[in-house]
Every structure is written in C-alpha cells, then in structure tokens.
C-alpha cells in the first residue's frame, strides 16, 4: 500500500530565505508526482508535476527533483515571500495499469515572515 | 476558461438532512473524483469514475453516494449527514489517456458545515 509522508509538518522562515520541502513514498512504481498549493480554506493549485521518467521540473523560483529509488521528492522554493504562504502538498499517481488514483501526503504549512 | 467548477462554495446543512453536492467541468475529461479534507489533513479520496464506471473506495461510509450522469457533471449525495462529515469535498478531473504527464485539476470545493 502506498503511503506517502511529508516533512516537515510546519515551517515558518523569514522573507528571502531558500527552503526545502520534502515528500517520500513507500512504493517506487508510480507515474509521476505532482506537487499542490492548498490556500486557507481554498481548492489544490498545480505547481509541478514531474514525471516518472524526469529527474526534475522548474517553475520560476519552485524546483522540484523526484529519486524514485530512493522514494524522495523535494520542492525547493528559492527567495521565499510573504506570499509563498500556504499549505503545500505532493502526491503520487501510481503505476497500476487502469489505475487512476492519486495518494496525497498530509502537506507541509508554510508561513514566510515580512 | 476550462475549468472544474463547484456549487455550492459554501453549504450549511441540518443533522441527518440529505445533501447533494455538484460538480462540473469544461475540460472534457475521463476522470472525475470525489474527496473529503478535513483540518490539516491531507484529501481523502471517496471514490472517482472513469467514464460511467464507479469505483469506491473500500474505507468511504455508505452514507456517501455518487453520480455521474454525463461527461460534465458529477454529484456527491450525502444521505444522512453527521457532524463527523463537516469538511470541505474537493472535485478534480483528469484526462486519464495513460500518460505520464497527466495531473489533476481541482474546483474550488464546498465547504459543508453540519447543524
């Protein structure tokens, strides 16, 4: 059964620091990861998805890498901003032929000081 | 603009009333699903179609039903709804065609508040 946890739950940094959010998962077999913003009280926005076959995917100042090996993904925010704050999620699809289900992890809070 | 969209954004309902959530979609896509989030927890998935076929999810209460009556539009029924289902339920789509590159596109979610 996949499970996926990320780490860590909460992060608070000041404005214009680089951070790194992580996200694992115990069954290597997926198709892709994707990465979510969650505002407060809002739907999932799209950030990155990377694919089984890719190392990483960029997105302005969002890079996220993905081991599948190893079951690690990581979504590095550079010069973080007060709007950067939200809830951010990562979930994987898995490899399963007819399978169209996505597992999410719990999500990291972000909150950038000004 | 393509889109997922949910209504109501926002609905209030009474202890044990039944209550009908919707959802459509622009996209012309496959997939349709259905998820309850509570605070701070990661979105549970209750079940999804893949065209007319439905699929729950084992653990998804039986107070929860789906419909699915074309393509756009897909409906989330609760029977008799308790405080425990006080959350928000987030639709989504996906094209489905098999290929890595697909994602999920989400609405905007209900937010459901038990009386």
């Known amino acids: 059964k996949q499970e996926v946890t990320q780490i860590p739950a909460a992060l608070s940094v000041p404005e214009g620091e680089n951070l790194v959010l992580n996200c694992s998962f115990t069954d290597s077999a997926i198709y892709n990861l994707q990465w979510f913003r969650q505002d407060p009280g809002k739907g999932l926005t799209s950030l990155l998805l990377i694919q089984s076959s890719q190392r990483e995917q960029t997105s302005g100042r969002l890079n996220a890498s993905l081991d599948k090996s190893s079951g690690r993904s990581t979504l590095y925010i550079a010069a973080s901003q007060p709007g950067d704050s939200a809830t951010y999620l990562c979930?994987?699809?898995?490899?399963?032929?007819?399978?169209?289900?996505?597992?999410f992890g719990t999500g990291t809070r972000l909150k950038v000081l000004a | 603009d393509a889109m997922v969209i949910q209504n109501p954004r926002y609905q209030v309902t009474q202890f044990g009333k039944p209550v009908t959530l919707s959802c459509s979609q622009t996209?012309?896509?496959?997939?349709m699903y259905w998820y309850q989030q509570k605070s701070s927890q990661a979105p549970k998935l209750l079940f999804h179609y893949y065209d007319k076929d439905f699929n729950n999810e084992a653990d998804t209460p039986d107070n929860f039903q789906s419909r699915r009556p074309n393509t756009s539009f897909c409906f989330l029924d609760i029977r008799s709804p308790g405080l425990g289902d006080a959350a928000m339920y987030l639709c989504?789509?996906?094209?489905?065609?098999?290929?890595?590159?697909?994602?999920?596109?989400f609405g905007p979610g209900t937010r459901l508040l038990v009386l």
């Open positions: 996209l012309n896509h496959n997939v």
């Open positions: 979930a994987v699809r898995r490899a399963t032929s007819g399978t169209y289900k996505y597992i």
């Open positions: 989504a789509t996906s094209p489905a065609g098999g290929h890595e590159y697909e994602t999920q596109y």
